[in-house]
């Protein structure tokens, strides 16, 4: 057996399993895909915002997964008492404006700890509107360095042309006057229609920050 074969032969097992030591950074270069993942998440893309308007989805978004997550990490306004929303699209990204139906509620605590509190938010919720549907509660988003909006939001189906198309957020946000603001946000978009681009963006002004796109299996 020459050393190349005895090298490989010495990291499987009998049982026929790579051991730890035959995994390493160099060993698996190039590689995007695991095929027998068993964690079901799959990174699309990626994009990060630098005083930018907006961030849009434009690929990636086929039936190839059942649902799709976006995670977005320190999105930080350019302008104080702002929101941070987002919209889906028909046409490949060439509108924004599909119609929503939606609930909110959240969950608040001041640095002081002396208010806090928990309810149903009618202000940041959509009935029947083509507006952007708000990912925390409307215009609570500070701007200062250390502010911003973390959370993910998951689509499910959006290539359907049977079914609405449903989705669900979990966010984390800095109120201005330094409230911890937990947002939970649900609802439908009301078409039949394949979803295939989506677009976040501030209510008004620039943003920074990056937003992940997920499939899961």
Same mark, same amino acid.
């Given at each position: 057996?020459? /050393?190349? /074969?005895r090298?490989?032969?010495?990291k499987?097992?009998?049982?026929g399993v ?8 160099s ?7 695991? /095929? ?12 990060? /915002? ?22 977005y ?18 046409n ?15 969950a608040?605590?001041?640095e002081?700890?002396?208010?806090a509190?928990f309810g ?13 549907q ?5 215009n609570?988003l ?13 689509i499910?189906?959006?290539s ?11 966010s984390?946000s800095?109120?201005p ?6 947002n939970?946000?649900g609802?439908?978009?009301?078409t ?5 681009a ?20």
């Amino acid at each position: 057996m020459g /050393a190349i /074969a005895r090298s490989i032969a010495n990291k499987i097992t009998t049982s026929g399993v790579f051991t730890s030591g035959a995994i390493a950074n160099s060993s698996v270069t190039g590689i995007t895909v695991l /095929a027998n993942a068993s964690d079901g998440i799959t990174l699309i893309s990626s994009q990060t /915002a630098s005083n930018s308007a907006s961030i849009s989805f434009t690929s990636g978004l086929t039936s190839t997964y059942k649902a799709y997550k976006f995670v977005y990490v320190n999105m930080h306004p350019k302008t104080d008492s702002t929101t941070f929303h987002f919209q889906g699209s028909t046409n490949g990204g060439s509108s924004y404006g599909v119609t929503i139906t939606s609930t909110f509620f959240r969950a608040y605590h001041n640095e002081a700890d002396n208010d806090a509190g928990f309810g149903y938010v009618d202000t940041s919720d959509l009935a029947q509107s083509t507006s952007y549907q708000p990912l925390h509660q409307i215009n609570d988003l500070g701007n200062d360095a250390d502010q911003s909006v973390s959370g993910s939001l998951i689509i499910f189906n959006p290539s359907s042309t049977t079914y609405v198309k449903q989705f669900i957020n979990n966010s984390s946000s800095y109120h201005p006057a330094d409230y911890n603001m937990n947002n939970f946000v649900g609802g439908y978009f009301n078409t039949t229609s394949a979803l295939n681009a989506f677009q976040f963006k501030m209510a008004s002004g620039n943003m920074d920050g990056t937003i992940y796109l997920y499939g899961i299996k």
